[in-house]
């Protein structure tokens, strides 16, 4: 069965700390995996993509990681700021289909306080 | 920024009623999908259309029917709302040519949150 789960399911860490979120993956076959942000009361934004020859791809204090081969990614946040506080979900696309079937992970809360 | 647009933001309805969520994107996408999303849960993707006159159910069976009568138009309609309805619903696009990845990426609208009493 096809499923993404990510871990912690909450964080909560203090403005300037760095922090990890982690995703495991089942989905096959692979085409590509994005971490998205969602803020309170809003839709989804992308923040990563990565296909399966990237092991990693950087957006400013973010940086996504993926081993194909255990099939886990993380996304690793650098000097945290009040407006990360959001939703981190992690979306695995597989190649079986011509939709590009979308795997969507729970999600991770991250709170930073100040 | 993603020029997505749903209405309205909020909504809360009384049992029976007929409602409309509209989804207006400006991108000239194809491919346009609503989702629904439960706190703390994952998205599920209830409809998805491939173009003008396409539309398909998703994987969690909704009673929520979609037209597709223009490109930038994707409307979602409830004709009796009941309190197993509430959620927030997402609207979202994405680029449906052939080429590359990053075109798959889809670009969410704000969501609906929707109260059914």
């Not at chain 2, 004709?79 to 309805?85: D, K, Y």
Request: proline share 4%; glycine share 8%.
């Amino acid at each position: 069965k096809n499923q993404v789960e990510q871990s912690p399911q909450s964080l909560i860490i203090l403005e300037g700390k760095n922090c990890t979120l982690q995703c495991n993956y089942t989905v096959s076959p692979f085409s590509n995996l994005r971490w998205y942000k969602q803020d309170t009361g809003r839709g989804p934004v992308s923040l990563t993509i990565m296909t399966f020859s990237e092991n990693t791809k950087s957006n400013g204090r973010y940086t996504a990681t993926l081993d194909a081969d255990t099939k886990q990614s993380s996304l690793h946040i650098t000097a945290s700021q009040l407006s990360d506080s959001a939703s981190y979900i992690c979306v695995v696309s597989d190649r079986g289909s011509t939709l590009g079937r979308l795997y969507f992970g729970r999600g991770t809360q991250l709170t930073v306080w100040p | 920024e993603a020029d997505i647009y749903q209405t309205p933001r909020y909504l809360v309805i009384g049992t029976g009623k007929k409602i409309t969520l509209e989804c207006s994107q400006t991108m000239g996408h194809d491919k346009m999908y609503w989702y629904q999303q439960d706190p703390g849960m994952e998205l599920h993707l209830i409809h998805y259309s491939y173009g003008v006159n396409s539309t398909e159910k998703g994987d969690l069976s909704s009673e929520s029917t979609v037209s597709r009568i223009r490109t930038e138009h994707f409307p979602l309609t409830l004709e009796s709302a009941r309190p197993s309805h509430t959620s927030q619903y997402l609207c979202a696009s994405s680029f449906g040519g052939l080429a590359g990845i990053n075109q798959e990426t889809q670009y969410f609208g704000p969501g609906t949150r929707l109260l059914v009493l």
